[in-house]
């Protein structure tokens, strides 16, 4: 219990004080700095009231009708906890999605977690967002909208929310645009010739990014033979995968190629690999010795990665205004493109393993990488002219006498 006020105080609200040359100025109670108000009397009333007001919301004790009624009100961080169990237990999220879901609950917890859930408002969670806005990160901004919206659905289900009772409801955050740069056809050509001077699993693990357009873990956990750590792994006619995104099964044929990347099929490279010598039950390997690394072993995604940016710079790939360095994921999007050019638009997007024409079409978009060359169709032939006339020359309607 603190002590009493003195009789210079005892007739103004919380936290807030007079000194004795009639000066006022609020004292915040949870770190104790304080805050001039100058000499007027009845707006240093109005402005300490507010804020006793809005600590009074923040704050994590339980009021007196909720011990009452036996319930205490739970803070934002006890759901999101509730939630990241809720979540562990769905079959349907790869683990790197509930990796991210963990990295976006631990900072939603580091700015709203203190809040009440049944008292959080979207006024409170405007600004919040706002600052990511403002740091030039709206891609992470828009990321924890999104999670919070999807965290406040589940609790109303759960019971933690009244039904119609979602804060984020109303909140808005301009979408992000992408600002990585596309690879153009002669970039690759530029990186397979500069993987010349690495280890040969680099060359060959772009010819076969660019022709099967896996993602980069897919294809870096493939294995000859399958086994339980392998996403997917190889048969006399096909290269099988089940993805880590939805775990869509895709079986792509060895003679798969494509030609504008280079002369080489899905088969031809696993040949190369296989003629290596080196013994390995993975097909993309090291095939040299490193201190940590035995001949043999996987590569890792961020190796990979490291190498990619590492021959970036050796190819003198240049960066366009306003756009960030290509990475990895990139090698997809371009085989893609090629595929739509070479094979058709149904089949990039089968593929692909894409579930809309949609996220085809984000895939399929140069972002200012060059002109999209429309192949020239073969010439109709006379009976495919006849008909073409025939469908758009109107029939004569005749006219009785």
Request: hydrophobic content about 40%; overall charge positive.
């Amino acid at each position: 219990m603190g002590r009493p006020r003195s009789q210079l105080n005892h007739d103004l609200p919380d936290n807030l004080y007079r000194r004795r040359d009639g000066r006022f100025y609020f004292r915040d109670p949870r770190t104790s700095q304080t805050f001039a108000l100058g000499r007027d009397e009845a707006e240093a009333r109005a402005e300490a009231a507010e804020v006793n007001d809005r600590l009074s919301r923040l704050t994590v004790r339980p009021k007196l009708i909720h011990r009452v009624r036996g319930c205490a009100p739970q803070t934002l961080a006890a759901w999101l906890g509730r939630y990241a169990e809720l979540l562990a237990t769905d079959p349907s999220l790869s683990a790197a999605t509930l990796k991210q879901y963990r990295s976006l609950n631990r900072q939603l917890c580091e700015v709203l977690g203190d809040r009440v859930l049944t008292e959080l408002r979207p006024h409170e969670i405007a600004p919040v967002l706002g600052r990511w806005r403002t740091e030039g990160r709206q891609t992470r901004g828009h990321s924890l909208l999104a999670h919070l919206r999807r965290a406040c659905a589940a609790a109303i289900g759960d019971g933690w929310l009244p039904i119609g009772c979602n804060p984020t409801e109303g909140l808005r955050m301009k979408k992000p645009t992408v600002r990585r740069q596309r690879l153009t056809l002669e970039d690759f050509h530029r990186l397979h010739a500069a993987a010349a001077t690495h280890e040969p699993w680099v060359r060959r693990w772009l010819e076969l990014a660019v022709v099967t357009t896996l993602r980069i873990a897919d294809l870096l956990a493939i294995s000859w033979p399958r086994i339980p750590d392998s996403s997917g792994w190889v048969d006399d006619a096909h290269l099988r995968v089940r993805t880590a995104k939805r775990g869509v099964p895709l079986a792509i044929p060895l003679g798969l190629t494509l030609p504008p990347a280079g002369s080489w099929s899905i088969g031809s490279v696993l040949a190369d690999i296989a003629a290596d010598g080196v013994s390995s039950v993975w097909v993309i390997r090291r095939t040299r010795r490193r201190p940590n690394a035995p001949a043999g072993s996987p590569i890792r995604p961020r190796t990979a990665e490291e190498v990619f940016a590492e021959l970036l710079v050796a190819a003198g790939v240049e960066l366009q205004p306003g756009r960030t360095r290509p990475t990895p994921h990139e090698l997809r999007s371009l085989g893609l493109r090629l595929h739509l050019v070479c094979h058709g638009r149904e089949f990039a997007r089968h593929l692909g393993s894409h579930e809309s024409e949609h996220n085809a079409d984000i895939y399929q978009d140069p972002r200012g990488a060059g002109w999209l060359v429309i192949p020239l169709p073969p010439r109709p032939d006379r009976a495919k002219l006849a008909a073409a006339v025939t469908a758009v020359t109107p029939t004569p309607v005749w006219k009785g006498g």
